[in-house]
């Protein structure tokens, strides 16, 4: 119910009263389980976050060769983040200058999402199909980066773009720039 209202008013236009509203609870109850309206998206970022990186690992697993494994990784990243603007929006435009953020389950469950592209990285490196040269955590680093800047105008403004052409433009810059 939560995560509905939050994906069609945003974080700001959404009220707890709302939320206990459409679960049919009274609004302290929701108090009883979470200590604020932050508390909650914590724990529906932490929960999202989780199955996304249990599927997206599912998902590498058929997958040949590390430059192809994160070109996935960047397309279901991108594909994800366009259904599911609330947390595109969410994460990046408001969640990551709070510092109880850095807290939470949900960081904690993006430490491993980073861990899994690092460690995609570092396959590269090993299977030789990435340069040995080159600094994992910056590539790290560039890949997030470059995802956030494609998906940002649509997270803050709706403006559209194409996850295929996207991952396209960010996988044949970033290749160019690591391959052996």
């Keep these: 119910m939560a995560r509905i209202l939050f994906e069609e008013h945003g974080y700001q236009g959404t009220t707890t009263a709302q939320i206990a509203r459409e679960a049919q609870v009274p609004e ?15 724990a529906l970022l932490e929960r999202d976050m989780e199955s996304y990186v249990d599927f997206l690992e599912l998902q590498l697993r058929g ?11 960047i397309w279901s990243h991108l594909y994800t983040w366009r259904k599911r603007r609330f947390v595109a929006r969410f994460l990046t435009l408001e969640v990551r200058q709070d510092p109880a953020f850095y807290e939470t389950a949900a960081y904690q469950v993006g430490v491993r999402y980073n861990q899994l592209l690092l460690s995609l990285i570092r396959q590269g490196m090993e299977e030789g199909t990435i340069r040995k040269d080159v600094d ?7 890949i997030l980066g ?35």
């Design 63 to 73: 997958i040949e060769g590390a430059l192809n494994r994160i070109r996935k990784f």
């Design 28 to 42: 302290g109850t929701l108090f009883e389980y979470f200590r604020t309206k932050k508390d909650l998206v914590f």
């Design 146 to 180: 470059g995802i956030e800047q494609i998906s940002l105008p649509w997270a803050a403004r709706e403006e559209p773009f194409d996850v295929d052409s996207g991952t396209r433009g960010l996988c044949d810059l970033i290749f160019r720039a690591i391959q052996a």
């Design 136 to 142: 994992p955590e910056m590539v790290l680093n560039l």
